[in-house]
């Protein structure tokens, strides 16, 4: 079983219906080209802050175009463990 990003706190194993019900990456898919492009606009503003040199922005920038790629050619994969969007587009 992979590990949840949410639920540190919790001593017992969630119930599969749980699970079921709380599912949302159906529904995110639709929501790929959005969150990538706030993804590349936080990284952009990381920069611009000082935070993050330009080489490595551009490389994470890069980076999520490839995984924009994926998508738009209906490559990419959701795999278990991918709660939300997010945590699948972070996976690549």
């Known amino acids: 079983m992979t590990k949840k990003l949410w639920g540190g706190r919790f001593t017992g194993k969630t119930d599969p219906l749980m699970e079921q019900f709380n599912a949302?990456?159906?529904?995110?898919?639709?929501?790929?080209?959005?969150d990538l492009s706030g993804s590349q606009a936080y990284a952009r503003a990381l920069e611009r802050a000082g935070l993050l040199t330009a080489a490595e922005a551009e490389q994470i920038?890069?980076?999520l175009e490839q995984v924009a790629g994926e998508w738009a050619r209906?490559?990419?994969t959701i795999v278990e463990g991918d709660e939300?969007?997010?945590t699948a587009n972070e996976r690549r």
């Open 61 to 63: 920038v890069d980076g």
């Open 84 to 86: 939300d969007i997010h």
């Open 24 to 34: 949302s990456i159906v529904f995110d898919k639709q929501m790929w080209r959005v």
């Open 74 to 76: 209906g490559e990419f």
